[in-house]
């Protein structure tokens, strides 16, 4: 199984949050890289999105898509930085 | 439920009766990676057992495949509602792996090589339920498929089956492994359709 | 580019196919019309969802080729859609879904994997097999936009039967200026892939720090990502869009 990039979560976060979360910078956990949530690492399309930092490869957020619900957990992240204009 | 899709089918999803609810049939198996898959050199595996004093206990492999194994024939169930009937397996027991540890918990987390985990309750590992693979249809484990040893927990969703496994830590208490703490259930019981926390 | 009209989370929209034509033997693309569309970048995509009589559906993402106009009258969306002969949703959208066909919708999406017309500098877009989708979308919006940036493609392809937009792009190296575009044919004797001597050859160097754009087949990516890397390519101004194994 190959991976995607973070782009590919764009979907799935817009129906959650009303900016672009995949142009936002992630400051990873286990690193402290930072880098656009785009250029995640993404695997696992069928349970859930994980989203891996390329520099060390740790788990960065993973999203569950649930029938009625959606998963979202950033405790891979210490931060992120969302840009307000453009989308 | 959006527009329906003239002429679309989609994969072909066979109901077959007595599998669990909401599953379908599949003759494949399937491939689900949070990771990349890790190729471990059999002369750096090892399994450790850690109870929850601290104690160790560790194999390598040479000495985790001179172990009394069993062949099993089991069906599976994946969360992504895909089962597989009559699985054919060959693993050590953990009923074995166990017998000469010391422990009262009551919880376990299973750790895999690349950071993997998944929690299961120790009743769910012991008395014939739960093995640790390595030949899967006679051959041995691959490691898409988790080689070279596997979790084999048939009675649960399929990702409590934990692939490239490495070591199992015993607690007096129970906590989320990778997926559980993502959302997926707790205890994951296929007949009890536990598919997500609070299911 | 347009905000979206209405402010707000994004929700499945209803399509309708309204042109369609083939690109190459495997290879369509969908004119769809999707009311009230509020525009989109190059480089955006869509995630499409078909759904059975049974309630069972399936989601993919898709590249959005078509460059948007605010101005222009011509509102719809074009996707560039590659048959996998084993997959389950590329079948249907090249060779079951007929004009005046709905899908359902959701986008456009993805903020990152862009290129907008204010950016000022050269332009490396490097595509293996229908990776390029994308990024014609990028020479199209460069096109309408009548930009001055220096763009360069280079397409990996096995053969040129299976290069997609082939006559629009020697029309646009002819009628674009500042654009050109080089092929890897990779099944073709003698066969060539994409390696340090084509980028170094047909690509920007290092010192004029260009923006890359990378899309195509995982190992694709990678090999690009690394030769630009090698080469001294800001990681930075290196953006990769991996397509899956799934279709």
């Known amino acids: 199984m ?64 649930a029938p009625d619900r959606v998963f979202l957990d950033l405790h891979g992240s210490v931060r992120l930085e969302l840009p307000l204009a453009g989308s | 439920m959006g527009i329906i899709s003239r002429g679309f089918g989609g994969r072909r999803r066979e109901s077959v009766p007595g599998l669990p609810p909401g599953q379908y049939l599949t003759h494949d198996f399937p491939v689900l990676s949070a990771g990349p898959t890790p190729r471990i050199p059999l002369d750096r595996w090892s399994f450790t057992i850690a109870t929850e004093t601290g104690e160790k206990k560790s194999w390598n492999w040479a000495e ?20 597989k009937l009559g699985t054919t397996w060959r693993g050590v027991s953990l009923d074995t792996l166990l017998a000469d540890v010391e422990t009262a918990a009551d919880y376990t987390m299973v750790h895999s090589f690349g950071g993997y985990t998944t929690n299961v309750p120790m009743e769910d590992l012991l008395d014939g339920k739960a093995w640790i693979a390595y030949k899967f249809d006679g051959e041995d484990l691959e490691p898409e498929h988790g080689g070279p040893a596997r979790m084999l927990i048939p009675h649960l969703y399929f990702w409590k089956s934990a692939k490239w496994v490495n070591g199992l830590s015993l607690m007096n208490d129970d906590e989320p492994g990778f997926w559980e703490a993502a959302g997926y259930h707790m205890y994951g019981d296929p007949w009890l359709e536990q598919r997500y926390q609070g299911d | 580019m347009a905000r979206a009209a209405l402010p707000g989370r994004l929700t499945w929209r ?78 249907y959208l090249t060779d079951t879904l007929e004009i ?146 799934t279709s």
């Open chain 1, 2 to 65: 190959n991976p995607l990039d973070g782009n590919a979560m764009a979907g799935d976060l817009r129906e959650l949050f009303t900016v672009d979360v995949t142009a936002a910078r992630y400051t990873c956990a286990g690193c402290g890289h930072a880098e656009a949530v785009g250029a995640l690492v993404l695997w696992g399309q069928d349970m859930g999105r994980v989203g891996r930092c390329p520099h060390c490869e740790d788990v960065v957020l993973r999203v569950v898509n």
């Open chain 3, 100 to 245: 005046g066909d709905q899908i359902e919708l959701r986008g456009p999406v993805g903020g990152w994997f862009v290129w907008r017309p204010a950016q000022e500098k050269p332009v490396l877009l490097l595509a293996g097999g229908s990776g390029v989708v994308p990024l014609m979308a990028m020479i199209r919006a460069r096109g309408a936009a009548k930009g001055k940036q220096p763009f360069r493609l280079i397409y990996s392809v096995r053969t040129p039967e299976d290069a997609c937009y082939a006559q629009e792009l020697s029309r646009r190296v002819r009628d674009d200026p500042g654009l050109d575009v080089h092929f890897v044919h990779t099944r073709v004797t003698p066969r060539k892939r994409i390696d340090v001597a084509t980028i170094n050859s047909y690509g920007w160097p290092a010192d004029f720090t260009p923006d890359c754009y990378v899309c195509g087949p995982t190992t694709f990516v990678e090999a690009a990502a690394d030769i630009l890397v090698a080469l001294g390519h800001d990681p930075k101004r290196i953006r990769t869009e991996r397509f899956g194994g």
């Open chain 3, 14 to 91: 209803a399509a309708t196919l309204v042109g369609e034509r083939w690109e190459t033997p495997s290879a369509r693309t969908l004119v769809l019309d999707v009311p009230d569309w509020p525009g989109h970048l190059p480089g955006q995509h869509v995630d499409v969802r078909l759904t059975a009589p049974d309630g069972y559906s399936a989601q993919r993402s898709y590249s959005i080729a078509s460059a948007w106009a605010d101005n222009a009258t011509d509102k719809t969306v074009e996707l560039t859609v590659q048959r996998l002969d084993d997959g389950e949703v590329s079948p």
């Open chain 2, 64 to 83: 985790f495949t001179a172990l009394e194994s069993a062949d099993v024939t089991v069906d599976i169930h994946c969360v992504t509602k895909w089962s």
